[in-house]
């Protein structure tokens, strides 16, 4: 009998993978190990890495246990980071960046597409939450330049 799926099919995989591909480099770990310590083979997370197939629960609950990393953030995000804890502060830190990337895009004169804020806001979220003002300083600077050079 399998591991009772996660996801469904029509839930985009790769970023999954990416994050767990996140969580096993932010550790140090190769492959073999990572899935050593988790309960699983190399291939199986090779898989799950390249998005070839959907992760189990059960992954997600040796994840929690190992590493102590929210299965939340290892399906949905945000970031790059690897996350102890997105719940409502995740929630609540990405309403907050959203809202500030909009007003940089406003302060620099442009109009973008959502795909393209929401690239932007993902930048920031990226970054540990101490240094998100260092990173939106650099992205208002950048898109005053852009919006100087479209003026042109």
Same mark, same amino acid.
């Given at each position: 009998?399998? =591991? +009772?799926?996660? *996801? ?6 790769? +970023? ?40 189990? *629960? ?10 102590? *990393? =929210? ?6 995000? +945000? ?23 909009? %007003? ?13 804020? =929401? ?13 998100? %003002? ?19």
């Amino acid at each position: 009998m399998s =591991d +009772p799926q996660i *996801i469904g099919s029509d839930f985009d995989l790769v +970023p999954v993978g990416e994050r767990i591909r996140l969580t096993r480099e932010h550790f140090g770990l190769s492959q073999q190990q990572f899935g050593e310590r988790l309960g699983f083979s190399r291939r199986q997370l090779i898989a799950w890495e390249n998005a070839a197939n959907a992760p189990p *629960i059960a992954l997600l609950a040796a994840i929690r246990r190992q590493f102590d *990393i =929210d299965p939340e953030w290892v399906l949905l995000g +945000p970031g790059r980071k690897p996350l102890r804890d997105v719940g409502l502060k995740g929630t609540d830190r990405r309403k907050r960046v959203e809202k500030d990337v909009a %007003k940089l895009v406003e302060a620099a004169g442009l109009r973008l597409s959502r795909r393209v804020m =929401d690239s932007l806001v993902e930048l920031i979220l990226e970054e540990e939450p101490e240094d998100e %003002k260092q990173a939106r300083q650099k992205m208002l600077k950048t898109l005053r330049s852009m919006a100087m050079d479209m003026a042109k």
